[in-house]
């Protein structure tokens, strides 16, 4: 079991920056793939990026490829999302999401929210333009 709390969203004006923060307890945090999903008003949970245990392998949506980066600290039980370049399409709600690891998790790739297994309450993200 792990619960997941995440921090750092807020309002920005197009073109600027926010780090979301995702802090979880357990003690087996290194062993889960973390992922970041979104939800737009009126839109599903939306898949944005993800991070193998080790830090070593990441996987982003083509929308946020070369704008965001996903990072963990595993010392910290803590994983990041720096969201660079902001645009009003990235208005969404936040949610960071564990995944325990499976036998056939080699690398991170492209999700769907119901392979993941815990899920934070999530933060808002607002850019306006």
């Known amino acids: 079991q792990v619960q997941l709390v995440e921090s750092g969203g807020g309002s920005v004006q197009a073109g600027g920056s926010l780090r979301l923060s995702c802090a979880a307890s357990?003690?087996?945090?290194?062993?889960?793939?973390m992922g970041w999903f979104r939800q737009a008003p009126g839109k599903g949970r939306e898949f944005v990026a993800a991070i193998r245990w080790s830090g070593d392998s990441t996987y982003y949506v083509d929308s946020v490829k070369g704008r965001f980066t996903i990072s963990r600290d595993n010392a910290k039980n803590t994983v990041y999302l720096q969201m660079d370049s902001l645009q009003p399409e990235d208005t969404a709600d936040y949610f960071c999401a564990a995944r325990i690891r499976r036998g056939e998790d080699y690398t991170v790739r492209y999700y769907t929210a119901r392979e993941f297994d815990y899920w934070g309450q999530g933060t808002q993200v607002t850019v306006s333009s």
């Open positions: 357990g003690r087996t945090f290194s062993s889960y793939i």
